[in-house]
């Protein structure tokens, strides 16, 4: 893809973030921004802008993912030990004391991400003032765009390992251990105030004393630069700090701050002065009596007014040119016959400029009306330029009483000015490759500590793993020989059973009469062999049916209320004499003699029937 298409895609993706999510990103640097994003594209398999465009209008959860990537969340407690000594032992003191008598103390973090920089900011101050003097005067403003760092800075809790550049002093003082986390003290967290500010879009927090940003400013390029600092600019006091990373410098902005200590990135503000050029103008005398007087105010006041430097004109409040200073009249060829004609019919009142929309501005607003560097092409060809100022002239009373108009020639300002700013941009763009260099030197190494971080984390991981792995096989053969010995035993248990199980049913078989075990339903549970040769019912078709389905030739419904009555204890054991037919179809006699199947706690479980060959029956 060729390179212009590759950077309008990308616009285009930045533009559509800006209108569908509301974060604009367009004031950021183009090299880190592009080189982030490539990173989560590489990870969810895209390459190019487009479709990572629509990639995001399907699946609107990505948004997250991508900030995450982007807004690189690196702080810590105190980073930089140094630049927050000097500032605990210079700066602090001296915020405080310009907040004179119970005035409150106002502080700003910009970009605090998970909150270890304001709470520092905490530390630092109550160390300074106090518990109670800070709970009373201080309010710490700590904002971010990224709403996933600021709800775990708003939770105040972190781990051991997270607290590393606190020491342990501090630490004590000011956390409460819970486990293997710390949280911030209540009492102190209530003065500090989290919250989303985009600094290129929402309005600064104003009145200021100390306003820290540390390691943001690199992120944006160099307008979006200039634009946040004039409003840290406005948001300070005039007795405010500025406290910056170590890889931010603000040399092309000496009329907003001024270094308190370079070496710290730590500025104060220049306070601006509201300075007007006001012109001075000559009142009349008033008095009939005083003519004489009066002549020598009047030469005074016309060699006042030639002696300016500039050309200057005075129009009356009916609109008529009153004074023209010398070099007015050589300049712009005014002749001493134009005094007292209409201002509109001069050639100066539309040319270089149109001063009579100018006049009525200056009339009607009762200010000074000012443009800058307005071109006069004279008629040699030659291209001057001039400021031009409408100083409208007032009775005390409010009315009007005319207008001074001052054209001074700025030419040889605006080309030295042309001069100043191609050089201060060729400056500019060097010392936006030096921080763009220091930038992408800081993120990479901020990003091989994480690196670092997470090795060791996974090595601490894998480690803990093992460990568990060892206990589990551990367990696993303490289980495997436990399970061993039971199946040894379950072995030797089954053998007795098989044993005793062939020793009863050898007992059954050997009995000479048939015996039929039942439950208390009346199905069959044992049919020994007796009984599957009396009947022809093999032991195998008979156990588990109930004995009153049997079809054989035993009338078992004529056994079914007896052994009832038996079950429920109304009779003692019954021995029934049946009539039956035998599986060779030959009629006989049988005594039927029922016994009680006990349980192990003597519960009545079943019954034994035992089913005895008398003879032939009566009936043959």
Same mark, same amino acid.
């Given at each position: ?107 700003? &973090? ?7 920089? *304001?709470? &520092? ?20 403003? *700590? ?90 600019? #406005? ?11 170590? *890889? ?8 907003? #701050? ?90 100066? &009142? ?127 053969? &303490? ?142």
């Amino acid at each position: 893809m060729r390179g212009s298409e590759h950077d309008h895609q990308f616009e285009a993706l930045l533009n559509f973030m800006k209108h569908d999510r509301g974060f604009d990103f367009t004031g950021y640097k183009r090299s880190s921004l592009m080189r982030r994003m490539n990173k989560r594209m590489v990870e969810i398999g895209l390459q190019d802008y487009t479709d990572y465009r629509d990639y995001l209008e399907v699946h609107p959860d990505e948004f997250v993912h991508l900030f995450n990537t982007i807004l690189i969340n690196v702080t810590s407690f105190f980073r930089d030990p140094e630049a927050w000594e000097y500032l605990r032992q210079e700066v602090i003191p001296k915020v405080v004391e310009a907040a004179v008598g119970y005035e409150n103390i106002r502080v700003w &973090s910009v970009g605090c991400s998970s909150g270890q920089e *304001a709470y &520092s900011l905490a530390i630092a101050l109550a160390e300074y003032m106090g518990s109670e003097a800070y709970r009373r005067r201080v309010k710490i403003y *700590a904002t971010d765009v990224d709403e996933e760092a600021l709800r775990q800075a708003r939770q105040a809790t972190y781990s051991l390992r997270e607290m590393e550049g606190l020491p342990e002093d501090l630490r004590d003082k000011y956390f409460e251990q819970s486990g293997s986390t710390l949280t911030f003290r209540q009492d102190l967290r209530r003065a500090i105030i989290f919250g989303n500010n985009d600094v290129l879009q929402h309005a600064p927090i104003s009145r200021l004393d100390l306003l820290v940003c540390r390691n943001t400013l690199m992120y944006f390029n160099a307008e979006a630069q200039s634009r946040i600092l004039t409003r840290f600019h #406005f948001a300070l006091k005039d007795t405010g700090y500025l406290f910056l990373g170590r *890889a931010e410098m603000l040399l092309t902005h000496a009329n907003l #701050f001024s270094p308190a200590n370079l070496k710290h990135r730590i500025f104060s503000k220049v306070p601006h002065v509201d300075m007007r050029d006001r012109s001075l103008v000559l009142d009349r005398v008033a008095s009939q009596n005083e003519g004489h007087g009066e002549g020598q105010y009047a030469i005074l006041k016309n060699r006042f007014f030639d002696a300016a430097i500039d050309p200057a004109i005075a129009v009356d409040a009916q609109g008529h040119l009153a004074l023209a200073n010398e070099q007015a009249r050589l300049k712009f060829k005014l002749e001493p016959r134009d005094l007292g004609r209409p201002f509109q019919d001069l050639e100066l &009142s539309y040319h270089p400029v149109e001063l009579r929309s100018l006049l009525q501005r200056a009339y009607t607003e009762r200010h000074t009306i000012l443009v800058q560097e307005q071109a006069w092409v004279k008629p040699s060809g030659e291209t001057r330029f001039l400021d031009i100022r409408v100083l409208p002239l007032l009775e005390t009373s409010g009315s009007a009483l005319g207008a001074v108009i001052t054209l001074r020639d700025v030419t040889d300002c605006y080309h030295l000015q042309h001069d100043l700013n191609r050089e201060r941009h060729e400056r500019e763009t060097v010392q936006e490759e030096l921080q763009s260099a220091i930038e992408e030197l800081e993120t990479a190494n901020e990003e091989m500590q994480s690196t670092v971080e997470e090795l060791q984390t996974t090595n601490e991981e894998l480690q803990a793993t093992n460990e568990e792995m060892d206990t589990v096989n551990e367990e696993l053969q &303490s289980t495997n020989e436990a399970e061993r010995i039971a199946n040894d035993e379950l072995r030797a248990r089954t053998h007795e059973l098989l044993a005793l199980n062939n020793f009863l049913q050898s007992i059954l078989d050997s009995v000479n009469v048939a015996l039929v075990v039942v439950d208390k339903d009346l199905v069959i549970l044992d049919w020994n062999v007796k009984a599957a040769d009396l009947w022809g019912l093999r032991a195998e078709e008979a156990v588990g049916k109930s004995l009153l389905a049997l079809d054989i030739g035993l009338p078992v419904d004529q056994l079914q209320e007896p052994v009832q009555k038996y079950f429920k204890g109304e009779d003692g054991n019954p021995d029934v004499t049946l009539d039956a037919v035998n599986r060779r179809g030959r009629s006989i006699r049988v005594a039927v003699t029922c016994t009680m199947r006990l349980g192990p706690e003597g519960e009545r479980q079943g019954a034994v029937l035992m089913i005895e060959e008398l003879g032939k029956s009566a009936s043959n």
